[in-house]
């Protein structure tokens, strides 16, 4: 008998699994943060004899080296990628004896075009398949976006996508479950997946890459690319040439004059507390990248890469949390942080800086005399827009503050957490700022009128 046993990555939208029988299991696309696949390991009472990559990700770091070399693990990697390290180049059609006193096998299938090399994985018990782990092939109701390897390539990884989708439909039966790596939250994926399960057959109805030509597929597919994270550059290279282990013991400890020497040298100081917390009170120049939200995503999107960081938490759980998220990007080792409050952060004689949060009728009744800076996406902003809004997406605000005009800004994003971002972007450089804390769905209900491009 087989298990699997997800490991959730949800700052990254992504999942790891760890599969195998009585004894025996494999790690499949593993976080760099290993010690959570080691643990659902030891749960099980079961060691671990293969750990396998679907693909030189371009998302995170991988734990793979690392959890291979600290298990003594078989290292499968697909044969065609182009990595530093020693492992097992895997083929298609390769086999792979799991767990043989359970009769599981895991079986390479090459499905190229979320990358040239993509492999695919079906573990099978005694001859039939039962899981095929799919990585950034087929995910739930898409595919992994084709555009992330070489600009010159995208069409025809495209292509690749929508005929791998076929052979894993065409080779597998509908009763196999389905396990991607991306597709919960990741900018891998070409569109967001609903719902946590699925099968072959379930995926043959309703997958565009399975309902559609391939023509009209891939129109589609290239259409709706999304912006890729400024981070993805660094990923694939860190994860070819190996990533070192982590170390994720506490950061040494900044106290108030630190906070403002780090602040004064051009480091960046990130407060990783909730936003209406940071906006009655935090520490002058500091940003605020909410530790609950897509901390990973966007700190490593916005940051310029290598610059020393500063991190302020609530706790001592809050602040090893954010150091876990931030390693599965590459950026290892704050270079300080400190615990508790504004009031500990700065120094004696100042006060903490505050700025407004605001609703989208509170922007209603505002709206003729201020700026309205939207930083969502510009796949959002297709949507539909508030009327006279000035459009920079967040992740190139940092860039581009000398764009926003004159005057009290009021910003705004989908949800509150972006504008919260760009919030402490602006009042950093001394804007007076109101971040508008509201869904974008209130907009045209408060009285706001919204075109669209």
């Known amino acids: ?46 060691r671990i004899s293969h750990v396998v990559e679907t693909h030189v990700h371009n998302d995170y770091v991988t734990g793979g080296p690392e959890l291979a070399r600290v298990t003594g693990a078989a290292y499968l990697v697909p044969a065609e990628a182009r990595v530093s390290f020693e492992r097992v180049p895997v083929h298609d059609g390769d086999r792979t004896p799991v767990d043989p006193d359970d009769g599981l096998v895991l079986r390479a299938l090459a499905t190229p075009g979320h990358t040239p090399h993509h492999t695919s994985y079906v573990l099978e018990e005694d001859g039939a ?51 991607p790596t991306h597709g919960f939250g990741s900018f891998c994926s070409s569109a967001q997946a609903e719902g946590g399960d699925t099968t072959i057959g379930k995926e043959r109805v309703s997958n565009e890459a399975l309902t559609r030509d391939v023509d009209a597929f891939v129109a589609d597919l290239l259409a709706g690319l999304d912006d890729v994270p400024a981070y993805y550059t660094h990923m694939g290279p860190a994860n070819a040439a190996g990533p070192a282990p982590v170390d994720l013991t506490p950061p040494a400890v900044a106290d108030a004059d630190e906070i403002a020497a780090r602040l004064a040298a051009g480091e960046w100081v990130v407060d990783l507390r909730n936003r209406v917390a940071f906006a009655e009170g935090h520490v002058a120049g500091s940003f605020n990248f909410e530790a609950e ?68 009728a509170d922007l209603a009744a505002r709206s003729a005399d201020v700026v309205v800076l939207d930083v969502r996406r510009a796949s959002e902003r297709a949507d539909g827009y508030v009327e006279g809004s000035v459009h920079i997406p967040v992740h190139t605000l940092h860039r581009r503050l000398g764009e926003v005009p004159d005057g009290e800004v009021w910003v705004h994003c989908a949800g509150g957490m972006r504008a919260a971002i760009a919030a402490s972007l602006l009042d950093a450089v001394g804007r007076h700022v109101v971040a508008v804390d509201d869904s974008f769905d209130s907009a045209e209900k408060a009285g706001l009128t919204l075109r669209t491009p």
Do not use: C
């Open 293 to 360: 939200g897509q901390l990973a995503t966007y700190l490593a999107w916005l940051i310029p890469w290598g610059k020393p960081v500063t991190l302020l938490a609530e706790t001592p759980g809050q602040l090893a949390s954010a150091q876990r998220e931030l390693v599965r990007v590459g950026i290892d080792r704050p270079a300080a942080a400190a615990t508790g409050g504004p009031a500990e952060w700065v120094r004696a004689g100042e006060s903490p800086a505050s700025f407004a949060r605001a609703t989208f």
């Open 129 to 179: 398949a039962v899981v095929v782990f799919t990585g950034g092939s087929l995910l739930i109701g898409t595919v992994g976006r084709p555009d992330l390897v070489e600009p010159r390539l995208t069409e025809r990884l495209a292509r690749a996508q929508h005929a791998s989708a076929h052979r894993l439909a065409a080779e597998l039966p509908d009763e196999t479950a389905v396990l």
């Open 1 to 46: 008998m087989f298990f699997v046993d997800t490991i959730e990555v949800s700052g990254l939208g992504n999942r790891s699994y760890l599969a195998g029988g009585e004894r025996t299991a494999v790690a499949v696309d593993p976080p760099r943060d290993i010690d959570q696949v080691i643990a659902a390991a030891a749960r099980r009472g079961v």
